[in-house]
RNA sequence: GCGGGUGUAGCUCAGUGGUAGAGCACUUCCUUGCCAAGGAAGAUGUCGCGCGUUCGAAUCGCGUCACCCGCUCCA
């Protein structure tokens, strides 16, 4: 294990052990011996997720005027899921390669001709030992040395650091077997013997109905996007809105994840916000507008344009969430990556992953995709409904184009499908069918998506909130001395009130007052036990961004001019001032909210 | 799923077959005039779980669960 690996592991193994110990995050069913991939969510857990629900849900909709919300059930028909391709994709079943653990499709395996040969086992000078019959296809034409030597390669990377080096390993018992015509039993590219065919599927199955049959099977939703989709028409008809306009949602999803893994980051049970953003195709924009505005770097992205098309509206929502991170304290450590076009699923013109610094690796944190139509359109064609909304605008302007301009910009669509890279381009007659749709005013919307992980962010803000700092006392004494910086948004504790000294009934009931005041307007935590120092310590370790200390000034002792004033202590550098009881509020509002 | 590692108090960990421990944290009381002060007392354990070996198991064996690391997987 290099150094990087050994500090960034023990590092997340103080983020996790701060989080149980002060109740931010508990391993699920721990009385029991846990459960695997599943965490819950302690009290300042439960708070500082909370907040940043909030935040994703004010930004996303309540401070906007395109964004309706929407809140689905986490059952749905599994015909959903048959549309949206999770059902066919991944009720396969896959062999897996009893050497390296590639899966492979069952039905996907070519034909292979060569020579079976078996080791017993395989031993290495760092002690390791593999004690495990291997069975590997020597492949016609393949120089025996070349051979063991993929073998010993194929093995050492299964084995990881513990088999040492790769030349070093040696193959025990090595025999010849049988040779083989046309085998479909072994991986086509590591040759490793492939085990049984098993479905895999990473939904999580369930039965909707108490008798439990094969005909009641459907699935726990594996992303909450699809019913935004299903629910596009009801949502559009009955709230009076016109493209473009967003949907966003905040829920549950679960995936059977093979391994679950970095804490709450890859878990099985998880909570998503997305957001769908229905805009029109380029088209219908180009109709409308006579242009479709082109991106360029420093493009104004402040404010949505009648003219923008796929391309600016997807560079205006990353600018949009790039904002929000920003704003929750997030903002110095993202890094965007671009989707390849070989990356990008064939439906997809654009996707960025939005990613995040973890002690773990720079991992994906929200990505933002431009997906065409291809989800309304796949629910359009399974369930036979129309998703189309009709565009009067669109009409209208359509209308007063001439024959030749239409003709126009449906051989601009034809060459542009010839182009496609992936995916089978769309047939002549379907676009004509599609412009003449297009050109009465009706279209499928056109989707942009961002979608966030709201248990990746909860755990990207706390592991990049923690930071310790090594201390001496005036004893020499050396401690480590852990703060939690937390952007004051999403700080699950506002603010610490403290009585300077519990035995002073005094000070203790000015105390209760303050606390009462902010109470109903912020998370605070009042506390009275032990010394001033270890109380702001207490709060820093979980990030609570304001302490408020009733001292004898507050009491007039040390001057009326002074009287109901307390000390505000701020947790990041500890400065101190001096505020009136009755501005605190105003003063902490706007920067906790 | 494969290989390696770990699992003992809330946390970090010690404990090689014979009465379950330390530091920190926690509770109560005293003391304490601003950044983890001091004193006194106290509470806290299915030693991950199960089966086995043994007169006796935290300790040995087998199984299992969870977590961590490396592969793999991640639509």
């Known amino acids: 294990m290099s150094n990087d690996t050994k500090n960034n592991t023990a590092l997340m193994e103080k983020i996790v052990s701060l989080c149980k110990r002060r109740g931010f995050i508990f391993q699920s069913s721990e009385i029991y011996g846990g459960c695997g991939g599943v965490w819950d969510y302690g009290p300042l857990g439960a708070e500082l997720k909370r907040n940043l629900r909030t935040a994703w849900w004010n930004a996303m909709t309540r401070e906007r005027e395109d964004v309706l919300g929407l809140d689905a059930?986490?059952?749905?028909?599994?015909?959903?899921?048959?549309?949206?391709?999770h059902v066919d994709t991944?009720?396969?079943?896959?062999?897996e390669c009893s050497l390296t653990n590639k899966r492979v499709r069952a039905d996907h395996v070519d034909p292979?001709?060569?020579?079976?040969m078996n080791f017993t086992g395989a031993e290495a000078p760092t002690g390791w030992k593999l004690d495990r019959v291997i069975s590997v296809l020597m492949k016609k034409g393949e120089h025996i040395e070349s051979f063991r030597k993929r073998v010993r390669t194929l093995i050492a990377s299964n084995a990881g650091e513990a088999a040492g080096k790769v030349e070093e390993i040696v193959l025990l018992g090595e025999a010849k077997a049988e040779a083989v015509e046309g085998s479909t039993d072994f991986h086509p590219e590591t040759g490793g013997a492939l085990g049984p065919a098993r479905p895999f599927n990473l939904m999580l199955k369930t039965y909707l109905g108490p008798t439990a049959t094969e005909?009641?099977?459907?699935?726990?939703?594996?992303?909450?996007?699809?019913?935004?989709?299903?629910?596009?028409?009801?949502?559009?008809?009955?709230?009076?809105?016109?493209?473009?306009?967003?949907?966003?949602?905040i829920g549950k999803a679960f995936r059977n994840e093979v391994t679950p893994k970095n804490f709450t980051f890859r878990?099985?049970?998880?909570?998503?916000?997305?957001?769908?953003?229905?805009?029109?195709?380029?088209?219908?924009?180009?109709?409308?507008?006579?242009?479709?505005?082109?991106?360029?770097e420093g493009a104004d992205l402040s404010e949505p344009k009648p003219n923008w098309g796929w391309e600016l509206w997807h560079r205006y929502w990353v600018d949009q969430r790039t904002k929000f991170y920003e704003g929750i304290g997030l903002g110095g450590v993202l890094e965007y990556y671009w989707q390849t076009p070989d990356d990008l699923a064939h439906y997809a013109r654009a996707c960025v992953d939005i990613l995040c610094d973890f002690p773990f690796g720079t991992e994906e944190l929200e990505g933002i995709a431009a997906r065409g139509e291809f989800d309304l359109s796949q629910h359009q064609k399974?369930?036979?409904?129309?998703?189309?909304?009709?565009?009067?605008?669109?009409?209208?302007?359509?209308?007063?184009?001439?024959?030749?301009?239409?003709?126009?910009?449906?051989?601009?669509?034809?060459?542009a499908e010839k182009a496609k890279v992936k995916g089978e381009p769309m047939p002549e007659a379907d676009v004509r069918i599609w412009f003449e749709r297009l050109f009465k005013g009706n279209y499928v919307p056109h989707v942009i998506e961002p979608s966030a992980g709201l248990d990746r962010m909860a755990l990207a803000i706390i592991a990049n909130a923690f930071t310790e700092t090594e201390k001496t006392d005036d004893k020499g004494k050396k401690e480590v001395i852990t703060v939690l910086k937390l952007h004051p948004r999403v700080a699950p504790i506002k603010v610490g009130v403290f009585p300077l000294l519990k035995n002073k009934p005094e000070l203790v009931a000015k105390a209760r007052e303050v606390y009462a005041l902010l109470k109903k307007h912020m998370n605070v935590f009042y506390d009275e036990t032990a010394s001033i120092g270890r109380r702001y310590a207490r709060q820093d370790e979980v990030g609570t961004p304001f302490g408020i200390t009733i001292d004898f000034e507050t009491l007039g002792e040390k001057g009326p001019e002074l009287q109901d004033t307390v000390t505000l202590r701020?947790?990041?550098?500890?400065?101190?001032?001096?505020?009136?009881?009755?501005?605190?509020?105003?003063?902490?509002?706007?920067?906790?909210?």
């Open 90 to 95: 991944f009720a396969d079943l896959m062999r």
């Open 570 to 593: 701020h947790r990041d550098g500890g400065e101190q001032e001096r505020v009136k009881i009755s501005d605190l509020l105003g003063k902490l509002l706007p920067l906790v909210s």
């Open 267 to 296: 878990s099985r049970e998880f909570e998503q916000m997305e957001l769908e953003f229905f805009i029109k195709p380029d088209e219908a924009v180009e109709i409308i507008s006579g242009e479709v505005a082109a991106w360029s």
């Open 73 to 85: 059930s986490i059952l749905m028909n599994p015909a959903i899921w048959k549309a949206s391709g």
């Open 382 to 415: 399974h369930s036979g409904k129309t998703q189309e909304v009709f565009d009067e605008e669109l009409k209208n302007a359509a209308a007063k184009l001439s024959d030749e301009q239409k003709e126009a910009l449906i051989q601009k669509r034809l060459a």
């Open 215 to 249: 005909a009641d099977v459907t699935y726990l939703r594996p992303e909450t996007a699809q019913a935004i989709f299903a629910q596009f028409k009801n949502v559009f008809d009955s709230s009076r809105v016109k493209v473009p306009f967003g949907i966003g949602q």
């Open 112 to 116: 292979q001709d060569g020579v079976i």
